[in-house]
């Protein structure tokens, strides 16, 4: 039986879930930090010992109790900066993959929340979203595996057409993926909503910060793998998604991106190159969801530039659409179902970029996050005798909007967070159905995070140590051995799994993997 195809691109997902003790302010960003880091503990001690849903994990501690942690599903669990509960996900090799993933994750999170509840005496409330209303902003992270070559020429020199072709890209990304937002933060003008969270934080092109002084680009050099062939793209400046759509369009139009990127010579070919500051433009695009704004861009022929003055937003973006229209056909991807995917991926977004440019937002309610929200907005408005026009001069009334959308919407909670409400009644679109996302949650994907998964459930009570790209083993003698999987797109094969699980030793193991060859791992004594 041969070996399953290599997937075109391995991603995934970062999310630091924003966390509250019921009854605590969700308007103002003071709180107390030795609760802060009891209730996350208290939560994370939860999921790596309910059954009900996580199934049955593997936890390393690394010397602090729940610090770095392993589920089964292939995911890490851990207390960023001991305040928020952070959820990334396996890798993935598939965006529909990949939205599962994260929608398990959120999952998990909410059924760990009422579990820490009820050790601790007070309820929790999770939200998925990016920023507090008062400045203060965390993230969900993307990564995608992209080739070393690559790597370089988007995160090393000079400026250059690869680099201006992805920050045009995550410019204009947010018409079809930002997460929606009430109100401003870091400008003088008032704005009663705009396309993106994060967009705002946006301060340079390209750095190696995360905290401050925000990058498009960022160069981030934690690989995860084998440094010679592989890298790991690490984009921080996305939104987090409640509705899958725009967590399924968002990932599979950047593995896409990037895909085009490392195949083609002249990648830029009659594609719109943004002329100017990005991340001035990165703040006018989420600041307009009337699409009112014309942006100054040029084009690339082969290895040039040359001006062509403004266009707008949708416009841009529908350029890279139908680039990636073609691509998706002529690519030889090697497995159907996974060009199908993608196919799936493109289509959606020219459907759903034309049903913007029409001003038809409405359509898009449950669909992706900001139409949704933007609809409900207009609604709870509209109740109350009020437009955006009047949002714009009130800042109570701004208040109220952010609590609904940004807060009721995003909340985890399944019973009462409006988003969960909203899916009950059948208002949001899924992309992929319950049994998938409750299976990923002990689960996890094909290929490297599955033999993370298999050695550690063989050999769980001889594991020293477990990392993204290796699973360290202490075998009779009390030495120890790493298995290194340096390759984060390895497949896992019937053979291979027989091997792990008939193994009835650590040393037995390692002697059937060097007499089968098997390249993908690396044995280190």
């Given at each position: 039986m041969p070996n399953p195809a290599r997937p075109a691109m391995v991603m995934?997902?970062?999310?630091e879930y924003s966390i509250y003790a019921r009854g605590q302010s969700r308007t103002a960003p003071a709180k107390d930090g030795g609760q802060l880091k009891e209730m996350v503990d208290a939560l994370i001690a939860e999921a790596f010992t309910d059954p009900l849903f996580t199934g049955p994990q593997l936890m390393v501690t690394h010397g602090q109790p729940h610090g770095l942690g392993w589920l089964h599903n292939?995911?890490?669990?851990?207390?960023?900066?001991?305040?928020?509960?952070?959820?990334?996900?396996?890798?993935?090799?598939?965006?529909?993959?990949?939205?599962?993933?994260?929608?398990?994750?959120?999952l998990i999170e909410w059924r760990a929340s009422l579990l820490a509840a009820q050790q601790l005496g007070y309820e929790i409330d999770l939200y998925k979203k990016n920023t507090d209303g008062h400045g203060h902003a965390y993230g969900c992270h993307e990564n995608y595996?992209?080739?070393?070559?690559?790597?370089?020429?988007?995160?090393k020199g000079d400026v250059n057409l690869h680099q201006l072709i992805m920050a045009t890209f995550f410019v204009v990304r947010p018409i079809l993926t930002g997460a929606g937002k009430v109100g401003v933060e870091n400008a003088v003008r008032t704005q009663p909503f705009q396309l993106s969270q994060r967009a705002?934080?946006?301060?340079?092109?390209?750095?190696?910060?995360?905290?401050?002084?925000?990058?498009i680009l960022n160069e981030r050099n934690e690989p995860h793998a084998n440094a010679d062939y592989w890298q790991r793209v690490h984009y921080i400046m996305g939104d987090a998604n409640m509705c899958e759509a725009s967590t399924y369009l968002k990932t599979g139009l950047t593995a896409l991106?990037?895909?085009?990127?490392?195949?083609?010579?002249?990648?830029?070919?009659?594609?719109?190159?943004?002329?100017?500051?990005?991340?001035?433009?990165?703040?006018?695009?989420?600041?307009?969801?009337?699409?009112?704004?014309?942006l100054p861009v040029q084009f690339a022929t082969r290895d040039a530039l040359y001006d062509t003055g403004t266009l707008p937003a949708p416009e841009i973006l529908s350029r890279y659409l139908g680039r990636l229209a073609e691509y998706v056909q002529e690519r030889p991807f090697q497995d159907a179902g996974e060009q199908a995917v993608y196919a799936d991926v493109v289509a959606r977004a020219q459907e759903y970029l034309a049903t913007l440019r029409t001003g038809k937002i409405h359509r898009?309610?449950?669909?992706?996050?900001?139409?949704?929200?933007?609809?409900?907005?207009?609604?709870?408005?509209?109740?109350?005798g009020k437009t955006f026009a009047d949002a714009a001069a009130d800042d109570e009334l701004r208040k109220k909007m952010r609590v609904y959308a940004d807060h009721a919407f995003c909340s985890l909670d399944r019973e009462r967070g409006l988003y969960f409400r909203l899916e009950r009644a059948g208002h949001i679109t899924r992309i992929v159905n319950d049994?998938?996302?409750?299976?990923?949650?002990?689960?996890?994907?094909?290929?490297?995070?599955?033999?993370?998964?298999?050695?550690?459930?063989?050999?769980?009570?001889?594991?020293?140590?477990?990392?993204?790209?290796?699973?360290?083993?202490?075998?009779?003698?009390?030495?120890?051995?790493?298995?290194?999987?340096?390759?984060?797109?390895?497949?896992?094969?019937?053979?291979?799994?027989?091997?792990?699980?008939?193994?009835?030793?650590?040393?037995?193991?390692?002697?059937?993997?060097?007499?089968?060859?098997?390249?993908?791992?690396?044995?280190?004594?």
């Open positions: 995934g997902l970062e999310t292939g995911a890490r669990l851990y207390n960023d900066m001991h305040s928020t509960p952070e959820y990334c996900t396996p890798e993935c090799p598939r965006p529909d993959i990949l939205v599962a993933h994260d929608q398990a994750g959120m595996c992209v080739s070393t070559r690559l790597w370089n020429k988007l995160f705002e934080f946006i301060s340079t092109f390209r750095s190696q910060i995360t905290t401050s002084n925000r990058p991106m990037f895909m085009l990127l490392q195949d083609e010579r002249n990648p830029g070919f009659h594609l719109p190159i943004l002329d100017g500051q990005y991340p001035p433009m990165a703040h006018t695009v989420s600041l307009d969801p009337q699409f009112e704004a014309r898009l309610y449950g669909v992706l996050d900001w139409p949704t929200k933007y609809a409900l907005l207009e609604n709870f408005l509209g109740k109350r049994a998938q996302v409750l299976k990923a949650t002990f689960q996890p994907p094909a290929g490297r995070p599955q033999l993370r998964t298999l050695l550690t459930d063989r050999f769980v009570g001889k594991i020293k140590d477990v990392d993204w790209a290796k699973v360290n083993i202490r075998s009779a003698s009390g030495k120890s051995v790493t298995l290194k999987l340096n390759d984060p797109m390895l497949t896992v094969d019937d053979a291979l799994i027989r091997e792990i699980e008939g193994a009835k030793s650590p040393y037995e193991l390692i002697q059937s993997i060097r007499r089968t060859n098997r390249t993908q791992i690396e044995i280190e004594e």
